[in-house]
């Protein structure tokens, strides 16, 4: 009982799930303890180097981040030799105990130290954060991430408003005494990373092996042991996605160590009192505004804004500032500009730069962190550093508006990167999923040509039936251009006794040898040229209206086979010859066989006589599939009668069902839109059928446009549908509701990227747990926030008690869907 | 094309030569002289094309336009010695449904003796 009450207690957290709490709430409390002792010793680094050296030397403290890079390039090269939990836990205690000694060296040494110091602090820094980021980027996937990164970021932000918060008040009665506090806080990290790991051995040990058991973290394949400086730029060189994220880095670099001097050169001038003590407050103020951001907003701004505007907020908000700052430069705009870095840096900021590693493949992650987060991170401090000096050294003397241009010109150059990385963030989502399979009438069509196909199969069954038959067949190869050298081989390969050797022997037995030379000689189109022509000869249909009319008023006297002859040989008569409606009895012929053929020659003929008898084969199992393909070679001649008779309901629902496969088959702008007023229309019952019509419209190459107001109409109709049925069984059976939620993705195909989106599904439907969550990333990506919101508790993970609260809720305030 | 005729009992036979095509039509065409045969009285007719090398749709034509000819005088038009690849057209436009074919001329005379 007391399990339950505490795990829905954490449930209420944001993004929390069952089974994660315990873990997430280590990450939380070992990021806290982390930043409140960084808090407490960064205060001090900044004031004591204010005191001693001022901000005219900060140029020379910021240099020294390459130095920084080089130590933390160094302690990559040990992460990737020592498992991650040791490196954590050895990490930690150096820093405890480093710290304390600066307590003993600060009275005894000179002015040099506050510059070591400095540099110790944001060797620190850079080394505890990268190594606690990639412990958790090794234990979530991307939707995890999503959820948690926020929880865990707002433990940071908690420890570094204590941590500012106790030097604010400590200051000026411990000085440097805080030094021992902050160390105590590392130690105390020791415990809870040792839990982190512990748990994840159990879990892996529990997990069944297979892609979907949770990443690697401790130990390292051979190849991530070798990563180092040299491997993380290699990799970050040859990766163009990388790159990027590399350039934002570097950019956002520079401008962080431009705002850091532009405040602390105002801040300088402007504090009059305790530096330390300033630092403190100014700290714990900043992480306040992060952390009420973080709570309320972070996780909701990211998940509803999606990562391309979340990576442009930053930047925009920055510049924004750096305007102020030159229009109005006092502490107020001083405390602005760099309050909004940092709390942005933590919050929105930091969710959005970790998202953007996901789509990276394990070992590059890995490697190219260890590069962009350790080493380029710093190296960009040195060159902002750089950039000051030279920037100073320019003839104008106002050094605060120089720098201020300068950050504004790399602010723009860092809002364009941002842009390029979310496109190829996207990207690289989708080429994470696979298709898994495509609509089986496509693939069929793609793959196998039905109409060659079922001709060679007629052709080897008429072989022994009917030379005539046989022939009709051969024929109907050669119109069609596909009388392949594997056919002829196919019809060569006759055994020699069957062969006969004279023009006699092939009237005698009638058998087919002989055809087959032939066709092998290159005279093909002139053979074909001769039939039309003699086809179309009025002595020609003179005589064959006396044998059709002998033959077939003598029907039941008549072999099937003849009737078969004569059904397929009247679909290559001309489309205005009379004798081609003889087809109205063969039609209506007793033998299916006979039937088949004669509505596959109604199809080719096109002629209106033939429609009612093919829609009303339509309704017989026997023969849908053959109308549905005649009716399909009518084109959008057809499309009338086909809606009318979708619409009429007066007649059978298997017709209509299969009419509206049919108009999908013929699937032109007039059917698209007919299949779409039928389904806004009604009933439900054709729903399935007229999805999937438009689906396979939409699959092809059909250039058609689809209504995205209907579309979104029905969308919505379907996904309330899904909520209704759900709420009603609420133990709903997986199979009641995945031909509701097929359908929905259907229609989203029909409005978004049709590729994108049944990744997406197949993904969902039977990937792994990696799949389904970069399944998720696409169409959070891909999706319009409404149609987002009104599907995403659909698929997300939720417990029974959220998604039954979350589709009542809906179907209350359902949201607006737009494309 | 070169027609000659030939009288075997009261079996009228044509032996054609050379190519049946549009462009090479003569005054009097194959139709013309089954026609010419009917009207004087000869109701049984054998086209024998063993020495025919080439054979267009107008030929076909002709030989259809004799058959209705023939057919419509309660006469009977046959046919020996075709080709094979005028055969598969036969096949193809099912005129073997419609046509006696023989492979010799011997047979189809005896066949014109059985009715």
Redesign the interface.
């Known amino acids: 009982m007391r399990t339950d009450r505490r795990s829905r207690f954490f449930l209420r957290l944001p993004g929390l799930k069952p089974g994660e709490e315990a873990t997430a709430l280590l990450f939380f409390l070992t990021f806290f303890l982390i930043t409140a002792s960084f808090s407490i010793f960064k205060s001090i680094r900044d004031a004591s180097y204010l005191d001693e050296l001022g901000s005219r030397n900060l140029p020379l403290a910021y240099t020294t981040a390459f130095f920084v890079g080089l130590v933390a390039a160094f302690t990559a090269k040990l992460q990737a030799r020592v498992k991650r939990q040791s490196l954590l836990v050895a990490t930690l205690a150096f820093f405890a105990l480093t710290g304390a000694a600066f307590f003993f060296l600060f009275p005894r040494a000179g002015k040099w130290l506050v510059l070591v110091y400095y540099v110790w602090a944001n060797v620190l820094a850079v080394v505890l954060m990268t190594q606690f980021w990639i412990a958790v980027n090794d234990l979530y996937n991307p939707r995890e991430a999503k959820r948690l990164i926020g929880f865990i970021v707002s433990g940071g932000i908690l420890g570094g408003i204590l941590g500012g918060l106790l030097t604010y008040l400590l200051a000026e009665q411990w000085s440097t005494h805080l030094l021992w506090l902050s160390s105590g806080l590392l130690c105390a990290a020791i415990p809870a990373v040792r839990q982190v790991y512990a748990r994840q051995r159990r879990g892996q040990a529990a997990a069944p092996p297979g892609p979907s058991a949770a990443p690697q973290t401790e130990g390292q394949p051979v190849e991530m042991r070798k990563a180092g400086f040299k491997d993380g730029f290699q990799t970050v060189w040859g990766n163009s996605y990388l790159r990027l994220l590399a350039g934002i880095v570097f950019l956002s670099g520079l401008i962080a160590t431009f705002i850091d001097w532009q405040s602390k050169h105002i801040i300088e001038r402007a504090v009059t009192g305790n530096l330390t003590s300033f630092f403190g407050l100014f700290n714990s103020g900043l992480l306040v505004f992060s952390f009420l951001l973080q709570l309320l907003g972070t996780s909701r701004i990211v998940d509803r804004y999606g990562l391309r505007r979340i990576l442009l907020f930053y930047p925009v908000v920055i510049l924004a500032c750096t305007l102020g700052i030159l229009v109005w430069p006092v502490l107020a705009a001083a405390v602005a500009l760099k309050g909004s870095e940092k709390s942005l840096s933590y919050s929105v900021n930091q969710s959005a730069r970790e998202l953007l590693y996901f789509p990276v493949p394990a070992r590059q992650k890995y490697r190219a962190k260890v590069f962009i987060d350790i080493f380029l991170n710093r190296l960009s401090r040195t060159m902002g550093a750089l950039l000051l000096l030279g920037v100073w050294a320019l003839p104008w003397r106002q050094n605060l508006l120089k720098v201020s241009f300068l950050s504004l010109l790399c602010l723009t150059a860092w809002i364009g990167l941002n842009f390029r990385a979310a496109s190829e963030y996207v990207r690289l989502v989708k080429e994470k999923l696979r298709g898994r399979w495509d609509r089986g009438d496509r693939l069929v069509e793609i793959q196998v040509d039905v109409d060659f196909a079922k001709t060679v199969f007629d052709l080897l069954e008429s072989r022994r039936r009917s ?2 038959l046989y ?2 067949h ?2 109907d190869l050669f119109r069609q251009n596909k009388l392949t050298p594997e056919v002829r081989a196919l019809l060569l390969a006759e055994p020699e006794d069957r062969r006969p050797a ?3 022997g ?3 037995s009638e058998t087919t040898g ?2 087959a ?2 066709f092998s ?1 290159p ?1 093909e189109e002139a ?1 074909k ?3 039309e ?5 009025d ?2 249909q ?3 209206q ?2 059709l009319e002998r ?1 077939l008023e003598e029907r039941k006297a008549t072999e099937a086979v ?1 009737r078969m ?2 059904a397929k ?1 009247l679909g ?1 008569l001309p489309d205005r010859s009379p004798l081609v409606l003889r087809l109205e009895e063969l039609l209506a012929d007793d033998s299916a066989e006979v039937v088949r053929y004669a509505i596959s020659s109604a199809g080719r003929s096109g002629r209106r006589e033939f429609v009612p008898e093919l829609t009303r084969r339509l309704n017989d199992p026997r023969f849908a599939q053959d109308a549905a393909e005649a009716l399909q070679r009518y084109g959008a001649k057809i499309t009338g009668t086909l809606a009318d008779l979708l619409a009429d309901e007066q007649e059978p629902l298997e017709l209509r069902k299969r009419t509206a496969v049919a108009l999908g088959r013929v699937g032109n702008q007039e059917a698209v839109d007919f299949l779409l007023w039928q389904l806004a229309r009604g009933p439900e019952d054709l729903d399935g059928e007229i999805t999937d019509a438009l689906d396979r419209v939409r699959s092809g190459p059909a250039q058609v446009g689809f209504d995205s107001v209907l579309v979104m109409n029905m969308l919505g109709q379907e996904l309330k549908r899904y909520y209704r049925t759900f709420l009603a069984e609420a133990k709903a059976e997986p199979g009641a509701l995945q031909p509701i939620l097929f359908n929905v993705f259907k229609l989203l195909g029909l409005i978004y990227v049709r590729e994108d989106i049944f990744k997406a599904y197949q993904n969902l439907l039977s990937g792994t747990r990696e799949a389904m969550a970069y399944a998720l990333e696409l169409l959070d990506n891909s999706l319009s926030t409404g149609v987002r919101d009104a599907l995403f508790p659909i698929l997300e993970d939720d417990p029974l008690r959220e998604r039954l609260r979350r589709f009542r809720s809906l179907l209350k305030d359902f949201p607006e869907l737009r494309p | 094309m070169d027609i000659k005729k030939r009288d075997k009992n009261d079996i009228v036979i044509f032996d054609i030569e050379g190519e049946i095509r549009r462009s090479d039509i003569s005054e009097v065409t194959l139709h013309q002289l089954v026609k010419d045969q009917l009207e004087s009285g000869k109701k049984h007719i054998l086209l024998n094309f063993e020495k025919v090398e080439f054979i ?2 107008f030929g ?2 002709e030989i ?2 004799s ?2 000819s023939t ?1 419509n005088l309660g006469g009977k038009l046959k046919i020996a ?5 005028l ?3 036969f ?8 046509f006696e ?4 001329e011997e047979m189809a005379l005896r066949s014109f003796g059985r009715e």
């Open positions: 030379p005539v022939a009709l051969i024929y004279a023009i006699g092939l009237m005698e002989p055809l030379q032939v000689a005279e053979l040229r001769d039939v022509e003699i086809m179309a000869l002595v020609y003179e005589v064959m006396g044998y033959t003849t002859e004569i040989m290559f | 267009d749709s076909v034509g259809l336009a058959y209705i057919h010695r075709i080709s094979k690849k055969y598969l057209i096949q193809i436009t099912m005129l073997t449904k419609v074919i023989f492979d010799e």
